[in-house]
T-cell receptor
């Protein structure tokens, strides 16, 4: 089955700096890679996703890059703000033939300091 | 607010008791997923439904666990003879569409936090 590794487990940045979180996956058939943000006591909320036929996707201050050959993908947050502080999870799945069940990484606790 | 609701939000029970959780997906979402999340970990897939059909179950779902979605709308997850290792957050997610109209995004509910004493 799929295995997703995520680094770092904790990340502390100054407000306004950039934050980068990296994930690797094992199943070459995975073709969908979402990123979720989870705040304390809440369920995960999708912030951005990417399909395997795309190398990069941006949405305002958030971007995701995918390297299919190396089987890794990264989340980039620019101009970080205190409200970005949360736990971030990467995930991987097969959109067809696998029911799109998500395999998650172990999470990154991001802290944005003033 | 994603629109997926889960009840109860918190449940404390004694070892050996049975518990049942409910998930109401976003209206017209025909796919429904259950995940389990333990402290400091990412969610782990348990099972999923397309309409009322349960299409896949993880090996994490022992025979003490049963999930249903009788009318293809809400779903229940029951744990029989709870053990302390069952303590976790149980998350439900839903997804819209079929065939060419199938969307990728899974929308998660707030979860039910279970503590087994």
């Amino acid at each position: 089955g799929e295995n997703v590794e995520q680094h770092p487990s904790t990340l502390s940045v100054q407000e306004g700096d950039s934050a980068v979180i990296k994930c690797t996956y094992s199943d070459s058939a995975s073709n969908y890679f979402p990123w979720y943000k989870q705040e304390l006591g809440k369920g995960p909320q999708l912030i951005i996703d990417i399909r395997s036929n795309v190398g990069e996707k941006k949405d305002q201050r958030i971007a995701v890059t995918l390297n299919k050959t190396a089987k890794h993908f990264s989340l980039h947050i620019t101009e970080t703000q205190p409200e970005d502080s949360a736990v971030y999870f990467c995930a991987a799945s097969r959109l067809t033939g696998g029911g799109n069940k998500l395999t998650f990484g172990t999470g990154t606790q991001l802290k944005v300091e003033l | 607010d994603t629109g997926v609701s889960q009840n109860p939000r918190h449940k404390i029970t004694k070892r050996g008791q049975n518990v049942t959780f409910r998930c109401d997906p976003i209206s017209e979402h025909n796919r429904l997923y259950w995940y389990r999340q333990t402290l400091g970990q990412g969610p782990e897939f348990l099972t999923y439904f397309q309409n009322e059909a349960q299409l896949e179950k993880s090996r994490l779902l022992s025979d003490r666990f049963s999930a249903e979605r009788p009318k293809g709308s809400f779903s229940t997850l029951e744990i029989q003879r709870t053990e302390q290792g069952d303590s976790a957050m149980y998350l439900c997610a839903s997804r819209r569409g079929t065939g060419s109209l199938l969307e990728e995004t899974q929308y998660f509910g707030p979860g039910t936090r279970l503590l087994v004493l």
